[in-house]
């Protein structure tokens, strides 16, 4: 079996494209972090319940203080949320042991979503396969598959759950900045607080 | 498990969707066909093959003359092909049992290809999920997967073993025009001669 490394936040959709893949592939869950916040430990913990290998992927803080002027420039976050994803992505690719890489963006998400050009490029560049497991599904199928394997728990153990990339964002501008202009950027309902266990099968 | 019913022409991409549903649904394949040549013999015969329980979707002749009026109008097959896959899909949507409905289709194909307003489209009209399993998948990344789950053997029990649209189309063109013209429209390429079985893992 080939070698599949997994971007991986700790929410149903990360989880759904490991669970996806792992009859093909030996899945090894991959979460960035750019030394701001141990926002890792969600991801971490989920991986564990599912039963995957997991590893945290250091990057550059850079790339989290490029994406922060972004977002304060747009007054948003979405073009600050795809250039993560996509210098995640390309960190991940550059490494010498890696052949295929996959996440768990959808056919209806917005946001992280890159370009078929940037796709192709990142594959070109760096000898990668790029797997988008549930990209061929739409919201109600993927709704489905998550209640068939998938359940949701309340996270106790750490205090914030998320590995999104919003976490060392927020806190990134939170730093710098007022907590009106940080709240304006981020609404709190991006927030997770659960982490995903498997739904055992008979 | 929620039973999916999966386009299937006979080809590895049609095959290897199937695959890659198949832990996590109850799969039936589907092979269209209009009444001009039996050509879902090959279909039938590989999904024997793979192990799949197979069924022949008889589909109004009408489909098949209007795809040929725009084949010959365009003097390209392209948009007949999309036009006969989308009303295909249709046809099988339309089916009161049928919720989830599946295709071969991937990431880098042009042809047959829905627009995403068309794949809404369909799925709100009929109430039916339609997945790509093979959508994120690029060329390289399909390649390996067929070459470690399928194997391609020529077929030798029928003439023609392709369940593709274009055998039918040809057809109904080889009996309205001349041999040049469905030479010109057609060329022979398109044409398969094999059939895929599951390759054997210890």
Redesign the interface.
Known sequence: ??KASVLFSGGKDSSLAAI?LE??YEIELVTCNFGVVESFQGAQESAAQLGFKHRVLACDVQILEHALDMAMNDGFVNNAINYIHKEVLTTLSKESSIS?VADG?R?DDRVPMLT?AK??SI?AKYGV??????????R??VN??VD??LVCEENESTKSSSSDYEVELRALMRARSTDDAVAAIFPEKHIQSHIFTRKRHE
Do not use: C, D, K, T
Request: without cysteine; hydrophobic residues 45%; charged residues 10%.
């Open positions: 079996m080939q996806l009859p093909f295929i963006i056919r078929p796709v192709q594959e396969a790029y797997i988008r497991p549930l990209f061929g599904y739409g109600s199928a489905s598959l068939q394997y």
